[in-house]
């Protein structure tokens, strides 16, 4: 069923299973009408006015757009235009504005999943007596060799626990290996020396002591 509808603020354009909606001929969405999420619609409320709450496939806020009286006929028929073709939550309207989209939902425990890991770790390596280390890793643009470089003092320490504990590893990576030489001059490149260096801070987990470093996550 092929549906349209001018309202106040935006008009709607059911065609084909395509829904369209525009404001001041300016798209706000056009696309799959089983890809919108229709989550609650009302009528009218105590304040006489009614509304409609949809989820929208490019944003992440929901939509909604409220009617009065002389629309009210045409949003109800967008309503039942909308639910024999796609999903109906039937929220009510508080509930509806706080939605959350499954797939944001689901990324958004994963973010705070890895953000209590890290926060773990951190407790769990200073207790083990881990510090941070920054440093500058540098990049030769010409044949590509990477090293590192960074404050004196900490290179000289670092570069003592190394000998100490013999851990003499070429340092590609900074998770689970050591540098074998933590270069002091980052303008050049020790391999074909070429000054054109591209730079970036880098941090890391290092044990004096043991010689050992782990990747540092921010």
Not at 21 to 36: L, T
Not at 160 to 167: F, P, R
Request: one cysteine or more; proline letters at 1%.
């Amino acid at each position: 069923m092929n549906f349209e509808l001018k309202g106040k603020s935006h008009d709607y354009k059911i065609e084909d299973d395509q829904i369209t909606i525009s404001k001041n001929k300016d798209v706000v969405y056009s696309g799959d009408v089983g890809d919108v999420t229709l989550l609650s619609f009302v009528k009218k409320n105590v304040f006489g006015a009614g509304q409609i709450v949809m989820s929208l496939p490019d944003r992440e806020k929901v939509y909604m757009d409220s009617f009065r009286e002389n629309h009210r006929n045409g949003f109800i028929g967008l309503f039942e235009a909308l639910k024999d073709k796609t999903e109906f939550l039937d929220l009510n309207y508080i509930e509806a504005l706080k939605y959350v989209k499954p797939e944001v939902k689901k990324e958004k425990e994963l973010q705070e999943a890895a953000k209590k890991e890290q926060r773990n770790q951190k407790v769990e390596l200073l207790k083990q007596g881990f510090k941070i280390v920054e440093e500058t890793k540098c990049t030769c643009t010409r044949c590509n060799e990477v090293w590192y470089c960074g404050n004196q003092d900490k290179l000289d320490n670092i570069s003592n626990g190394l000998i100490s504990a013999g851990a003499f590893m070429q340092g590609k990576s900074l998770t689970g290996t050591y540098h074998e030489q933590l270069v002091k001059d980052s303008n050049q490149c020790p391999k074909c020396g070429s000054r054109a260096i591209a730079k970036e801070k880098v941090k890391y987990w290092f044990h004096e002591k043991k010689g050992e470093s782990v990747e540092y996550k921010e």
